[in-house]
């Protein structure tokens, strides 16, 4: 496995960007989940490299606490990708990203980032700066296809928007969520959870699985806030939209549908979605 810490190593590893690689963009404090992505990745390579990068990215902050405090666990996050399946791993600076004074092209927000009133509306200019990074190191990796993970639906969906509007050669791959025994949605914010807040955490992904009981999407909402609350948590929403616009849906539509929950758990903020169709009771 080859590391690459600036954008000329980057060009010296990919030989061959012509032809595209498999890729794998992470803010690092790796876990299982990317993991799965890596090995996906890889298992769908057909001998191409598999491209990993790990660049905590300033822009989709608009906390600079939650910046600073972002888990930093560089050989570790070297030693999984190694072991799942990684031949390159890219780690820039923010000069290697953001060149000062190199005028980048702007990049277009899909509305999936500025309609929904849900991550969008919770953490301005997150999404922009996700679009912003993402465009960005596919200039630089050239992959052929992007992994993502389901556990961040609304920011696939974005990613998934982007690219589409800017016509980019990079098929974008989702892959489902990977969770913990219990089912708590794997996240690099877990491991700054308590004992007893993580038993709080449960609950977003109890609530999901009990709105699947639910008739219509205001039921399944309804049930999930109360799911969320009773054990302790914060919601900060719980909805059932339009898996792929994020908006609410107009009765009568038939596409697929999405559960979606945010929740504040001690000092943690999670999040967690599920596939919803009307269930058999109400």
Request: charged share 20%; proline share 8%.
């Amino acid at each position: 496995m080859k590391v690459a810490s600036s954008n000329a190593e980057l060009v010296a590893s990919l030989p061959q960007q012509g032809a595209g690689c498999h890729f794998v963009p992470t803010m690092g404090a790796l876990h299982e989940g990317h993991a799965t992505l890596i090995r996906v990745a890889a298992a769908a390579c057909e001998g191409a490299d598999v491209a990993v990068s790990i660049f905590v990215n300033p822009t989709q902050f608009d906390d600079p606490s939650d910046l600073s405090r972002y888990p930093r666990t560089l050989e570790q996050d070297l030693d999984l990708c190694r072991a799942a399946g990684a031949t390159i791993v890219y780690v820039p600076s923010v000069t290697d990203v953001y060149p000062p004074g190199d005028g980048l092209p702007s990049t277009p927000i899909p509305d999936q980032a500025t309609k929904p009133a849900l991550e969008d509306a919770l953490r301005p200019g997150h999404f922009a700066g996700v679009c912003q990074v993402v465009r960005r190191l596919f200039d630089l990796v050239r992959p052929r296809a992007a992994y993502f993970g389901e556990k961040d639906w609304q920011q696939l969906q974005v990613i998934a928007a982007m690219t589409s509007m800017l016509s980019l050669p990079v098929r974008v791959v989702p892959v489902p969520t990977v969770r913990e025994a219990d089912g708590l949605a794997m996240s690099s914010r877990n491991r700054f959870l308590s004992p007893d807040d993580r038993r709080r955490g449960l609950s977003l992904s109890l609530a999901l699985c009990e709105a699947r009981r639910a008739a219509t999407p205001a039921r399944a909402e309804e049930i999930m806030r109360d799911v969320m609350r009773r054990a302790g948590a914060e919601p900060d929403y719980a909805v059932v939209r339009d898996a792929a616009t994020l908006l609410p849906r107009s009765s009568g539509e038939a596409a697929p549908m999405r559960a979606l929950v945010a929740a504040r758990v001690g000092a943690v903020r999670l999040i967690d979605n599920a596939a919803w169709m009307p269930g058999a009771q109400a």
